[in-house]
């Protein structure tokens, strides 16, 4: 499985954007991209996925270029509830034997008012 | 919408009793994990399951064993509780070529 490296912490304000960047130098051909974020208390929570170039869904966009080396996941306008640990995630989901993900250290991201 | 419930939200267990927690997910999913998470060390694979009766270890299963005997429903046992199994105990579900996993609430052990 890649390794995956991502900042530590990470604060911003109401209503600014936020783009956490994750590095992963030995991704595979077959391998695909995913963030998930992480309140306290509670099981990580699935935000995006992604192969290749952009994507975007209600939550949030996740920016790959195209040596797929690292991988940028933007929150656009973030709320004082975006205030959670966010972990990227790089792994093949079409083996069929257990697609077993490894959870890094995440980012802490701060949301002040 | 997946729902992937454990059966606990905190227990308090004594040192070397046996301790079941339990995870029943209602989606049909093949894959089913457990993984553990402290401050500073993040999520931690204990052990997960790909179809009924099979299992195979992660990346911290000693002190752990699992059960699963039907799909939906997939057991961490600890068969002798030490303080150092004092965490918050994740269970998790998905598809065999699923874009990303469903986890539970979370169940907090304490062992004393």
Redesign the interface.
Known sequence: LAKTTQPISMDSYEGQEVNITCSHNNIATND?I?W?QQFP??????II?GYKTKVTNEVASLFIPADRKSSTLSLPRVSLSDTAVY?CLVGD??R???????????TRVLVKP | DVK?TQSSRYLVKRTGEKVFLECVQDMDHE?M?W?RQDPGL????IY???DVKMK?K??IPEGYSVSREKKERFSLILESASTNQTS?Y???S?L???????????T?LTVV
Do not use: I, W
């Open positions: 695909y995913t998930y208390s509670q099981g990580p929570r699935f996925q972990y989901y079409l069929a034997a257990g697609n077993k993900l490894t959870f890094g250290g995440g | 992937v894959n994990f993984y993040g999520l931690r694979l997960f399951s790909y195979e992660g990346d918050m994740l269970c998790a998905s065999v070529h699923g874009r990303g996993y469903t986890f539970g609430s979370g907090r």
